[in-house]
């Protein structure tokens, strides 16, 4: 949990990235979350990456027991990051449920990580996929 949390603070932290004043994190009837993880479907995903700077989504199954296994961590790294006030939020997207989801950003195992980033100029989020042990972009 520490090491993840460290890895993406660190991944972040670069002063000329960071905007502190647009840490706030988009919360709306259509998003809630699990154990301090934003649950995100089909119809929330798009909106919820535009309006927050940082994302780490977990693609999971629910019948995946690596998945189960890495969940309670998942849930301490985003109650971490959160209390440190952190510009970072975890999220994570059922792909039994939000199939095209999966489809779209290429999910073939779980659980699968990957950070978006939201482009300063564009406003597109850039997706980094976490392999474990770097970041691939």
Same mark, same amino acid.
């Given at each position: @949990?520490?090491?993840?949390?460290?890895?993406?603070?660190?991944? +972040?932290?670069?002063? %000329? %990235?960071?905007?502190?004043?647009? $840490?706030?994190?988009?919360?709306?009837? =259509?998003? $809630?979350?699990?154990?301090?993880?934003?649950?995100? @479907? %089909? =119809?929330?995903?798009?909106?919820?990456?535009?309006?927050?700077? *940082?994302?780490?989504?977990?693609?999971?199954?629910?019948?995946?027991?690596?998945? %189960?296994?890495?969940?309670?961590?998942?849930?301490?790294?985003?109650?971490?990051?959160?209390?440190?006030?952190?510009? #970072?939020?975890?999220? &994570? +997207?059922?792909?039994?449920?939000?199939?095209?989801?999966?489809?779209? *950003?290429? #999910? &073939?195992? *779980?659980?699968?990580?990957?950070? $978006?980033?939201?482009?300063?100029?564009?406003?597109?989020?850039?997706?980094?996929?976490?392999?474990?042990? +770097?970041?691939?972009?």
């Amino acid at each position: @949990t520490n090491r993840l949390v460290c890895e993406l603070t660190n991944y +972040v932290n670069y002063p %000329q %990235q960071l905007h502190k004043n647009s $840490f706030d994190v988009l919360i709306t009837s =259509e998003v $809630f979350r699990e154990e301090g993880v934003y649950v995100l @479907t %089909q =119809e929330n995903f798009d909106d919820f990456l535009a309006n927050n700077e *940082y994302v780490l989504v977990q693609f999971h199954a629910p019948w995946c027991s690596d998945c %189960q296994a890495f969940a309670p961590e998942y849930a301490k790294a985003a109650k971490i990051l959160a209390n440190e006030g952190s510009p #970072i939020v975890l999220a &994570k +997207v059922d792909c039994v449920v939000e199939t095209s989801l999966a489809k779209k *950003y290429g #999910i &073939k195992s *779980y659980p699968t990580l990957k950070f $978006f980033k939201r482009d300063p100029t564009s406003h597109l989020p850039i997706i980094v996929t976490y392999t474990g042990r +770097v970041f691939l972009g």
